[in-house]
């Protein structure tokens, strides 16, 4: 069933420094399209760093350098004629710790759309909010009050509004950095329902700590330590039989 | 494992530990008491400073006044009626004999107490104004509350000579004190029972448009810049130190910049309002940048990197999510040197506002001056009015300070950020 479509993203020998230190080195992996793909590994490991280069959020970092190149539907995203604000519309984010912004949720949820001008009109953008908080599983518990700041939320619901506001500029990527790991574990497993029901939709590439989560959501799992890709495959494959030692290791809770 | 004796189990209930938890709670006293004091000895230099302005400003914002009666019919005064409707008034009044009339009144009411002496240098004008209002009373007898004269208006609020005390006493009843209007719409004069207000207010309000129109965009677009744009490198730690730098030059040195840029290079008008706009707001920008900075970077990173992972661009970033949410920091900032530069006379006194300036600025490069500088003016004076007139504009100038203290209070308040 898979492997018929052409690899969303692909990265070839990416290498990222800051300053001197090298963060990743010599990494080659292709993100396969509308399914999920985990990143796992130990604490410094590279993974959140390797996630940010795939929408240059490292940009924003003066020191970090990045080398190698990493394709989007076969445009090199590195490339000069490349606009690192359609990228990023194109590659949306969702982080660590919930950060709505301090506006109203609709607010939240619009404020991507009116910037790339995507909504036709006040009912156009009404239509747009409405439908990535339906996607997002928000819209049931915030439809009567839109107006609200998007602060007032509960963690679990911020977070939710998070993607609600990435989904909402119709990204084709979903570059989520532990999406969970500020979360209770039922916000939680409302968070991973969400990644199910967003597959085959958005090709997600998920960085967590949490092994059992990547086994849950994803079809692909990468093992990075120490800057490096020690293994990549079918998630079935890496959790019950892993060709490498290290990976076994980690997975069986042996280090990290 | 090391040989040392085991641990002997601590005491917390011995007389050791007792007398610590004593010491402890003298400590804890004792540092609030001095806390205390600090905030009570305050307090008391505020109510002393507040109180002493007001019971000695309060009299400047009053006047004396002397009932007079003016038989104006008997002035027989040659005014056509029909001039004393529009522009021309004052000018047929006065070409009429109409402040000959008055000294006259004055002269035949109080031939032994000074006659028109005591009445103030601009009293006639107030008759002037109510026959304009009322041209009926140019056709009999009316008494007219006229201001007046200096030492006069020292005895009757009970610190004048004593020759003029007797005086006062021989008018009794004549004598009433009102509200003088003019002191909140004149300018300066040498007169202390005709001078103004309003001309160094004007000044000041002037002046400060032109610091805050150019010290608030310049001094955010360089805090802007330096935190979201520059590159952190030697130079632009050059900058941030002469930045910082900047904000601690005292400020007459600013005056002498002022001198010599503004008036000496581009010779702009001397003892002008712009011109002091233009010095203060030099001395102002850094104060600006410096707040702006900080209330810049205390904006949390991850809202930028939410705006930045929904593909804003840089400029989207700093004006729809960095700006708004630092704006309360930078306007308190902005605010604070603002009232700073208020209340800034040596910086003026270099570019020439210490000017004896008798009308209001109309324009930006009118003479002016502003209201600290009117108080050193008239604090230097020797005619004893000006002591409670100098007081009065003292309490002017604070509540102006107060006034602009509170809007940054209400604007932090209207712009802040519930997280």
Same mark, same amino acid.
């Given at each position: ?53 795939? @929408? ?23 490339? =000069? ?7 990023? /519309? ?8 919930? @950060? ?7 607010? @939240? ?47 679990? #619901? #911020? #977070? ?53 989560? /990547? ?25 019950? @039989? ?11 809770? =042996?280090?990290? | 494992? *090391? ?30 008491? +001095? ?9 008391? !230099? ?23 009666? &003016? ?12 001039? +004393? ?12 004999? %109409? ?16 006659? *028109? ?39 009757? $609020?009970? $610190? ?15 004598? *009433? ?34 610091? &805050?129109?150019?010290? !608030? ?50 010779? +702009? ?10 010095? +203060? ?26 705006? %930045? ?66 108080? !050193? ?23 102006? %300070? ?12 209207? !712009?802040?950020?519930?997280?």
């Amino acid at each position: 069933m898979r492997d018929n479509k052409p690899p969303k993203m692909t990265a070839g020998h990416v290498n990222v420094f800051y300053g001197d230190n090298q963060a990743i080195s010599d990494v080659s992996i292709d993100i396969p399209q509308d399914e999920v793909t985990a990143f796992i590994g130990p604490s410094g490991c590279g993974k959140s760093t390797f996630l940010r280069t795939l @929408n240059r959020m490292n940009d924003t970092v003066a020191s970090a350098r990045v080398t190698g190149e990493i394709r989007l539907d076969g445009a090199d995203i590195y490339a =000069r004629e490349m606009d690192v604000v359609q990228l990023r /519309a194109r590659v949306g984010m969702v982080f660590q710790k919930p @950060n709505p912004f301090p506006k109203t949720i609709y607010e @939240n949820v619009a404020y991507g759309p009116r910037i790339h001008g995507l909504a036709k009109g006040r009912a156009g953008l009404d239509r747009i909010v409405e439908e990535s908080l339906v996607r997002a599983g928000l819209w049931n518990e915030v439809k009567d009050r839109l107006g609200d700041s998007g602060t007032a939320l509960s963690g679990g #619901q #911020q #977070q939710r509004l998070c993607i609600a506001r990435a989904i909402a500029v119709d990204p084709e990527v979903i570059l989520m950095d532990e999406p969970c790991s500020a979360l209770d574990p039922v916000a939680t497993a409302r968070i991973e329902e969400l990644i199910h029901e967003l597959r085959g939709r958005y090709s997600i590439v998920i960085v967590t700590h949490n092994m059992q989560q /990547a086994a849950r959501v994803s079809q692909k799992t990468a093992f990075f330590h120490l800057g490096q890709l020690i293994e990549y495959g079918d998630t079935s494959d890496i959790f019950t @039989n892993p060709r490498e030692e290290r990976t076994k290791d980690y997975i069986t809770g =042996r280090y990290g | 494992m *090391s040989d040392a004796p085991p641990r002997t189990p601590t005491d917390w209930s011995g007389e050791l530990m007792q007398r610590r938890i004593a010491r402890r709670y003298r400590a804890e006293r004792r540092f609030r008491l +001095l806390g205390l004091a600090a905030i009570a000895l305050s307090a008391a !230099f505020l109510i002393f400073l507040l109180g002493s302005m007001l019971t000695r400003g309060l009299g400047g914002f009053t006047e004396t006044r002397i009932a007079l009666p &003016i038989d104006l019919k008997a002035a027989k005064l040659a005014v056509d009626p029909a001039h +004393l409707k529009g522009r021309g008034a004052d000018l047929a009044l006065t070409g009429a004999g %109409l402040e000959d009339a008055v000294d006259t009144a004055a002269n035949a009411a109080w031939p032994a107490q000074g006659g *028109s002496a005591l009445l103030a240098d601009g009293a006639w004008l107030r008759v002037r104004e109510a026959v304009k209002a009322d041209p009926t009373l140019l056709n009999g007898r009316a008494t007219f509350d006229l201001p007046a004269a200096t030492a006069i208006d020292i005895a009757y $609020k009970g $610190k004048g000579a004593a020759e003029d005390e007797a005086t006062v006493a021989a008018l009794g009843a004549q004598l *009433s004190r009102g509200f003088n209007r003019d002191f909140l719409t004149g300018a300066d004069s040498t007169d202390p029972t005709r001078v103004g207000i309003w001309g160094a207010l004007k000044g000041s309000l002037m002046t400060m448009f032109v610091t &805050i129109a150019l010290a !608030f965009p310049i001094g955010v677009l360089a805090a802007l810049y330096l935190e979201e744009y520059a590159p952190h490198n030697r130079w632009t730690d050059l900058i941030e130190v002469s930045i910082n730098n900047l904000a601690a030059v005292p400020s007459i040195i600013f005056g002498l910049l002022g001198l010599a840029v503004f008036l000496g290079t581009f010779g +702009l008008p001397r003892s002008a309002a712009i011109v002091g706009g233009l010095t +203060l707001a030099l001395m102002t920008m850094p104060v600006i940048v410096i707040a702006g900075r900080n209330a810049i970077r205390a904006v949390p990173p991850s809202i930028r990197d939410a705006a %930045l992972g929904v593909g804003a661009s840089p400029v989207q970033v700093v004006f729809h999510h960095v700006l708004p949410l630092a704006l309360p920091g930078i306007l308190t900032g902005t605010i604070i040197g603002v009232a700073r530069a208020l209340g800034e006379t040596a910086p003026l006194l270099m570019i020439g506002m210490r000017a004896f300036i008798a009308a209001p600025p109309e324009k930006l490069t009118d003479p002016a001056t502003v209201l600290p500088v009117q108080v !050193f003016l008239w604090s230097d004076e020797v005619n004893r009015g000006f002591v409670e007139k100098t007081s009065a504009a003292i309490v002017v100038l604070l509540v102006l %300070l107060l006034a602009m203290n509170g809007l940054a209070i209400y604007l932090r308040n209207k !712009f802040e950020t519930r997280w």
